[in-house]
């Protein structure tokens, strides 16, 4: 499916935020490994939700989806044995569940998205989990990736941290049903280190004893625990609310508030920071978070590792501001459904954005007259860089098509009709 993206000047009211999917992903885990039936109330409805559902149900979860939650009983630590797991274009699912498939003595891990997921790099968890007895094969950390595991051990092992936080989750994961005491050490610069603390929060919640130090670098985690059900209450999605508060700044009459946020642990909520830092009307406050468009916005410096999700759309708001904006730290962006440095600067170089990029950098010359627009952009199949084109084409004065628009069901499949409710114009091709 392509959009025509219409040119927006205003943009007004109030929505209520999507649940969070990074909080929806470990809820269902933890309510998976649990003995018992939890419950978890406003999951996420996306393609990452459902993928991590029907692997859920193929390793023996029963779930049932009513109302505004899910009914999980979970099979603990003994998942049923479904030979292939795929999950599909999901990274968190894959490297989350790379972790329980290695209670399996015999798994396999596909991906009908060879061309995404398929592309990523997974060494760094196959390296830990080698230490802990799963024999594993695959095409250099690539999928396909076949585990042997089954009889695991503890004891002290390390984890790469530099290129995704997954890694180290996944093993938080499943180390409290190790029969035996675990002690993780996370060697290198460990990403995206806000993900980790949602981790804690979610496993500690569901009755898990998990010691770590301030800086995350160590771990001890006691064997033979039991995962408790519970009653989960799912937040507010910082990184998608973060998109559409960067179109209402970048809009010059615009005033939106998003409801249901609060400030949990999701590094996301920065946007917040870094749009009043730029200049923007932004406030938040009793869960919401509301933005006035009309002033003039100025350049910023950012560390995008303490928000990934929500970088795309802090270059969204850059690319119409003035002066030259610089995202450093952001070189595991490089690694997701596609290179979100590289490739979304790519089309909007087609929009006349002046954009340069580092390793591990974004640098944006703004421009707050917007641009001429007209033409077909491409979302790379990413639905980051969908929301990304979506800030931008909105002040283009003649609109553009987003090709490939479909994929931004991954994480928000209501984003394009909550925008049109604050009074964004979009024509489904």
């Known amino acids: 499916m392509d959009i025509r993206v219409s040119p927006c000047n205003r943009l007004e009211g109030t929505i209520t935020a999507q649940p969070s999917k990074n909080y929806t992903?470990?809820?269902?885990?933890?309510?998976?490994?649990?003995?018992?039936?939890?419950?978890?109330?406003?999951?996420?409805?996306?393609?990452?939700?459902?993928?991590?559902?029907?692997?859920?149900?193929?390793?023996?979860?029963?779930?049932?989806?009513?109302?505004?939650?899910?009914?999980?009983?979970?099979f603990g630590r003994r998942p049923r044995n479904p030979g292939v797991i795929n999950p599909h274009n999901a990274g968190a699912v894959l490297r989350f569940l790379l972790g329980t498939g290695a209670l399996l003595p015999e798994v396999r891990f596909i991906t009908d998205f060879p061309e995404s997921l398929g592309k990523r790099p997974n060494a760094d968890i196959l390296d830990a989990l080698a230490q802990l007895g799963v024999k594993s094969e695959s095409d250099n950390g690539r999928l396909p990736i076949t585990l042997y595991g089954g009889n695991l051990r503890g004891g002290k092992i390390t984890v790469s941290g530099e290129k995704s936080s997954q890694f180290l989750s996944s093993l938080l994961f499943l180390a409290p049903l190790i029969g035996e005491r675990v002690e993780i050490a996370v060697v290198g610069n460990l990403k995206s280190k806000a993900a980790v603390w949602q981790t804690l929060d979610v496993?500690?919640?569901?009755?898990?004893?998990?010691?770590?130090?301030?800086?995350?670098?160590?771990?001890?985690i006691e064997g033979g625990q039991r995962y408790q059900p519970r009653v989960y209450e799912v937040n507010g999605d910082w990184p998608g609310s973060a998109a559409v508060l960067a179109a209402a700044a970048v809009s010059p009459e615009s005033d939106v508030a998003i409801n249901g946020l609060c400030g949990d642990r999701q590094g996301e909520r920065a946007i917040v920071d870094v749009l009043a830092a730029m200049g923007a009307d932004i406030a938040f406050e009793n869960r919401s978070a509301r933005v006035r468009g009309g002033g003039m916005l100025r350049s910023v410096e950012f560390d995008g590792d303490k928000a990934t999700d929500a970088v795309l759309a802090m270059v969204g708001a850059a690319c119409l501001a003035q002066g030259t904006s610089r995202f450093f730290n952001v070189e595991n962006l490089r690694l997701k459904e596609c290179d979100r440095i590289a490739e979304p600067l790519g089309e909007l170089a087609?929009?006349?954005?002046?954009?340069?990029?580092?390793?591990?950098?974004?640098?944006?010359?703004?421009?707050?007259?917007?641009?001429?627009?007209?033409?077909?952009?491409?979302?790379?199949?990413?639905?980051?860089?969908?929301?990304?084109?979506?800030?931008?084409?909105?002040?283009?004065?003649?609109?553009?098509?987003?090709?490939?628009?479909?994929?931004?069901?991954?994480?928000?499949?209501?984003?394009?009709?909550?925008?049109?409710?604050?009074?964004?114009?979009?024509?489904?091709?």
């Open 350 to 429: 087609k929009l006349g954005v002046r954009a340069s990029e580092k390793r591990d950098e974004i640098i944006i010359e703004g421009n707050p007259a917007g641009f001429a627009g007209g033409m077909a952009l491409n979302g790379r199949g990413d639905h980051r860089v969908i929301m990304l084109l979506t800030i931008v084409g909105i002040r283009t004065q003649k609109g553009i098509i987003i090709e490939g628009a479909e994929h931004i069901a991954k994480s928000y499949p209501d984003f394009f009709r909550h925008m049109e409710s604050l009074g964004a114009k979009f024509e489904y091709i």
């Open 203 to 220: 496993i500690r919640e569901a009755g898990i004893d998990i010691k770590a130090d301030d800086a995350l670098a160590s771990f001890v």
């Open 25 to 74: 992903t470990r809820y269902l885990l933890a309510s998976a490994l649990a003995e018992g039936e939890s419950l978890v109330r406003r999951p996420a409805k996306s393609d990452d939700a459902a993928a991590l559902i029907s692997c859920l149900r193929a390793l023996g979860a029963e779930i049932v989806e009513q109302g505004d939650g899910c009914r999980v009983r979970g």
